[in-house]
């Protein structure tokens, strides 16, 4: 099972958030206010559309925690050993450029 077949579901939940994202981005652009008033953009975002937000940032959150907790301990170690890796070879890069 490769990466993309793997993180299939967390694509069909993040691309449709995405597109809702930018269109209320279109819709209420956060940094220009309308109007003479001093207070612009993000004071004027209607209630509805925070906590929209957080819902989805919670939701997003808890998706992330449950698909973390379904690692096996094979994946476990795959990912702290590639990240072993990246610390070597970044390590060995400043080494070789003399970087303290």
Do not use: C
């Amino acid at each position: 099972m490769n990466v993309v077949e793997k993180n299939r579901g967390a694509l069909i939940i993040i691309a449709p958030l995405v597109i809702a994202l930018i269109v209320v981005w279109v819709i209420y652009d956060p940094f220009h206010g309308t109007g003479s008033s001093s207070e612009g953009g993000f004071a004027k975002t209607p209630l509805w559309i925070w906590v929209l937000g957080v819902g989805i940032l919670g939701s997003l959150i808890g998706y992330g925690v449950s698909q973390v907790r379904r690692r096996t301990r094979g994946e476990a170690q795959l990912t702290q050993e590639a990240t072993r890796d990246v610390y070597r070879r970044e390590e060995a890069d400043r080494e070789r450029q003399n970087l303290p």
